[in-house]
T-cell receptor, first 113, second 113 residues
């Protein structure tokens, strides 16, 4: 079935370090891909998205590129801040499945000063 | 509109009791989804409504679970004869027709004691 795999956490980084969170997917069609973020005590928020191959989604300094050949959508940020501490979820949706979002297990990120 | 609203935010119930949660989606969104999230996991899809029609239900949704969306507006999720394994965060999301961002509510945290 359709699924998302992402690197296990928790990930702990120092402020201004480079961040990569790996994400790969399995899908029977051509999914849209997302990164959602959940800050402590808050609801899920869309961080960025890409709807077709080679698209790059970006927001708040985060980027991810839809790589169809490797079925990947890795999240990157050049310089993390303490305020980036959160749980990050890679996800996909398919038109053939009513665009319901299928989530990965999440990666917890802690950024220390 | 302030986004997707869920009520209550927290619910503690005794095993065997029935509980009902409410979700008010963003007003112009005709798609509504329910998810369940347990600690350390990504949200898992439960059910999907397009307007008032329930078009998909996950196998996770046992016979004790029922959801409605009368008149295609707010939705309710009822769990009958709650079990300890039902303890989780129940999330509601809404989106407009077509592929795009799903907006999530803050969730209802259920604890069954």
């Amino acid at each position: 079935g359709d699924s998302v795999t992402q690197m296990e956490g928790p990930v702990t980084l120092s402020e201004e370090a480079f961040l990569t969170i790996n994400c790969t997917y399995t899908a029977t069609g051509y999914p849209s891909l997302f990164w959602y973020v959940q800050y402590p005590g808050e609801g899920l928020q869309l961080l960025l998205k890409a709807t077709k191959a080679d698209d790059k989604g970006s927001n708040k300094g985060f980027e991810a590129t839809y790589r169809k050949e490797t079925t990947s959508f890795h999240l990157e940020k050049g310089s993390v801040q303490v305020s980036d501490s959160a749980v990050y979820f890679c996800a996909l949706s398919l038109k053939t499945s009513y665009d319901k979002v299928i989530f990965g297990p999440g990666t917890s990120l802690s950024v220390i000063p | 509109d302030t986004g997707v609203s869920q009520d209550p935010r927290h619910k503690i119930t005794k095993r065997g009791q029935n509980v009902t949660f409410r979700c008010d989606p963003i007003s112009e969104h005709n798609r509504l989804y329910w998810y369940r999230q347990t600690l350390g996991q990504g949200p898992e899809f439960l059910t999907y409504f397009q307007n008032e029609a329930q078009l998909e239900k996950s196998r996770l949704l046992s016979d004790r679970f029922s959801a409605e969306r009368p008149k295609g507006s707010f939705s309710t999720l009822e769990i009958q004869r709650t079990e300890q394994g039902d303890s989780a965060m129940y999330l509601c999301a809404s989106s407009p027709q077509g592929p795009g961002e799903a907006f999530f509510g803050q969730g209802t945290r259920l604890t069954v004691v």
